[in-house]
């Protein structure tokens, strides 16, 4: 399977499922009330990043995919500062994963990734190696902490909103 194949439309279709849980938890504060902002700044632990900080790491994670296996400079991305923002964010990030060139990502396959991180650690592997073992699951585990930000605030969530790219398979008995 494609380095390309494993990362870009994965990453693409659970972007669009991170919209439409940040559309639920919206229209429930509005629902009950209160400002949406409070679930940007909700965390599930003291010592942990808010919501508006998941949705900017998974956005991170796919956007440097991109960038470091094709040998482009790495963005800088904003913290999104209200929900208007986070689904500008997304959005971005959806628009350079479509325009990402597969060719060129399974190109990176081979290459060789170094990732530094503020601490001085580094980690050197090859492109294949970094989509699979640093990207995706750095990708899957802040969508999940946001998923479960939004539900430990109340959002009713579930699974069809998680892989709502799965019912495009439903067969009806």
Known sequence: MSVYAITIPCYAQMLRSLNIM?????????????????????RLAPDMHTLARQVEFVCTQAQEAVCRLT???LPKLDTPGNMLAAK???????????????????DGAQRQVSITLADGLVFDMTGQEYAANWATP????????????????????????YVQHMFAYLRQP
């Open 88 to 106: 500008a964010l997304i959005a971005a990030t959806l628009a350079m994963l479509a325009g990402a060139d597969q060719a060129s990502i399974d």
């Open 71 to 73: 040998q482009q400079p």
């Open 22 to 42: 940040l559309a639920k938890g919206e229209e429930r504060a509005l629902a009950l009330g209160f400002d949406p902002q409070n679930l940007l700044d909700a």
């Open 138 to 161: 750095q990708f899957y585990f802040h969508l999940v902490t946001a998923y479960n930000i939004l539900r430990h605030n109340g959002v009713p969530l579930g699974k069809a909103e």
